[in-house]
Nanobody, 121 residues
């Protein structure tokens, strides 16, 4: 069982990135996917989740209207499209899978190792 994030990098203020979360060893089709981030010197925070039917999607206010979660079941992959990026979005971004639609970390079982997103001002 493995989750691998990709798509991070350095981007200028106002730019966009799309993060991917690819799963191997199990199907994401029946799991909730949460995206979390940890900025330097701060605790990790949950920013969004999308449930398996894509009919329950939550975004924290800090990313609402700028970030969009989506999925591709045929590729067993979930995506986080990030637009209008700001320096405050600089963090290591993680995807995780669970069975409960929440941004509370303890309800997520499998985690990726994270991908760095850096937004320059």
């Amino acid at each position: 069982v493995q989750l691998v994030e990709s798509g991070g990098g350095l981007v200028q203020f106002g730019g966009s990135l799309r993060l991917s979360c690819a799963a191997s060893g199990f199907s994401l089709a029946n799991h909730v996917i949460g995206w979390f981030r940890q900025a330097p010197g701060k605790e990790r925070e949950g920013i969004t989740f999308i449930n398996n039917r894509c009919d329950d999607i939550f975004y924290q206010d800090s990313v609402k209207s700028r970030f969009t979660s989506s999925r591709n079941n045929s590729k067993n992959t979930r995506y986080l499209q990030m637009n209008d990026l700001k320096p405050d979005d600089t963090a290591v971004y993680y995807c995780a899978t669970g069975l409960m639609a929440t941004v509370i970390e303890k309800y997520y079982q499998y985690w990726g190792v994270g991908t760095q997103v850096t937004v320059s001002s």
